[in-house]
């Protein structure tokens, strides 16, 4: 079992220095493991208010907490979190006994895993193994190929020769409009990559795809190698990064969110707090596959807090109001069509594409403050032993060149270089 992530995965906190010999037998002990952390000096009495920030923005997946006398430490920090807490009591007084019975005797719903006294190092082993359980079902999990809907063929390009292509490309799939004009003046340019496979499904989606080796269309596998893949998440970039699979990537476009309507705005939409009204129906691109996802989210959190976002993420949800899509960029456009729904968030680019192809749909621009144009980047990375790393070059310095900043802007993205 290896911890490929190096950023901290378990943080363990002491409330006093004089504690810290106690937290390196731990830290020993996860070097051995080769298990990344860092160690905190926060007290539940004294600094409760740094410690409560701390837990609650810490990126951390499990705390061990040490403490004695009281030892309100653990506790607290259950009680702002659902992510494991492991206590180890510490014998200060009481032969820690005093410390031992408070980390137990924890109300309901509040658990705190306890060690024995002074034992910080089976702390340790009990965090491995919680943590391996997890990593365990994580790559049962990415090992399970995912399916491709058939709906979503039309996504796939060059399918006659996946597997003997000249450049393998999983392009973020909200591109589509543009890849035929950028794919054309490329092999203009480089008439030798002559066969090119390339896909334009959701980002999650490919990223699935790719840590699983492949995706099942119909009854057959689809290829899990790209040469380049691209993306508008920062999280899928850390996930590639942690198991290997890539080194750089940079920054080549940028786009923006609107709310699609169809023509004359029946529902009288004005701004995003009207997509919490329960007579509102939301056509939702979902967080899980689709990266808009995550941005429309953030754009909800932003103009309404979480509160916003619980209303139309949660409770809209199951009143069945806001209907998630795998594809959005396809589905959203029909519902709005069939009137199925009354608004759609889409990229500034699928509003100029359904507008070029003959749809009367209008838009409300939520605003510069809003919209995630400072936050949304579209990311482009070769994959490490990639079937064509030469060609995977090729196109990777096409993507900053001039000439595909021109096609991208035509089709209403906004180029990363001017």
């Known amino acids: 079992m290896s911890f490929m992530e190096r950023k901290p995965i378990i943080a363990i906190i002491v409330g006093s220095e004089r504690d810290l010999p106690h937290a390196k037998r731990a830290c020993d002990i996860l070097d051995k493991l ?35 006398l009281s030892a309100a430490l653990p506790g607290f920090i259950a009680s ?68 491709i809907p058939s709906t979503m063929e039309s996504d796939i390009h060059g399918l006659e020769y996946m ?16 890849m035929p004009e950028l794919i054309k003046t490329f092999q203009k340019e480089h008439p030798e990559v002559k066969k090119i496979f390339y896909e334009t499904l959701p980002p999650g989606l490919m990223l699935k ?15 899990g190698r790209p040469d380049i893949y691209t993306c508008v998440s920062i999280d899928a ?18 786009n923006r969110i609107v709310l699609m309507l169809p023509q004359g705005n029946p529902a009288k939409i004005n701004s995003v707090h009207d997509l ?10 979902d967080p899980e596959i689709e990266d808009i996802g995550k941005h429309t989210i953030q754009m909800y959190r932003d103009a309404g807090g979480d509160e916003l976002v619980h209303k139309i993420m949660e409770i809209k949800r199951v009143e069945g109001t806001t209907i998630m899509t795998r594809i959005h960029h396809r589905e959203t456009p029909v519902r709005l069509m069939k009137r199925t729904v009354d608004v759609g968030p889409v990229w500034y680019t699928e509003y100029i594409y359904a507008r070029n192809q003959g749809y009367n749909f209008e838009i409300i621009e ?53």
């Open 34 to 68: 080769n298990i990344p952390y860092e160690v905190k000096v926060l007290s539940a009495h004294r600094q409760h208010q740094e410690l409560e920030k701390y837990v609650l923005e810490s990126d951390v997946k499990l705390f061990i907490a040490m403490a004695g």
């Open 80 to 147: 702002l979190t659902d992510k494991p807490v492991i206590g180890v009591p510490l014998s200060v007084s009481l032969m820690g006994l005093d410390a031992l019975l408070s980390m137990v005797q924890m109300p309901k719903g509040v658990p705190v895993a306890v060690v024995g006294i002074d034992n910080p190092e089976n702390a340790a082993y009990l965090a491995y193994r919680i943590l391996r359980l997890v990593e365990e079902e994580i790559e049962r999990k990415e090992t399970r190929m995912p399916i």
């Open 163 to 178: 597997h003997e292509a000249d450049l393998v490309i999983f392009m973020a799939g909200n591109q589509f409009m543009a």
């Open 209 to 223: 795809q790719i840590l699983a080796k492949g995706a099942l269309l119909r009854d057959r596998v689809i290829t």
């Open 237 to 254: 970039i850390n996930t590639l990064q942690s198991r290997g699979l890539i080194d750089d990537y940079f920054v080549y476009l940028h």
């Open 276 to 285: 919490a009204r329960d007579d509102v129906r939301i056509s939702q691109p």
């Open 366 to 418: 939520p605003g510069e403050k809003l919209d995630q144009r400072d936050r949304v980047s579209y990311y482009a990375m070769k994959l490490k032993n990639c079937p064509n790393p030469e060609n995977a070059q090729k196109f990777l310095d096409f993507l900053k060149s001039k000439k595909a900043q021109e096609i991208f802007a035509k089709y209403g993205f906004i180029p990363h270089y001017e």
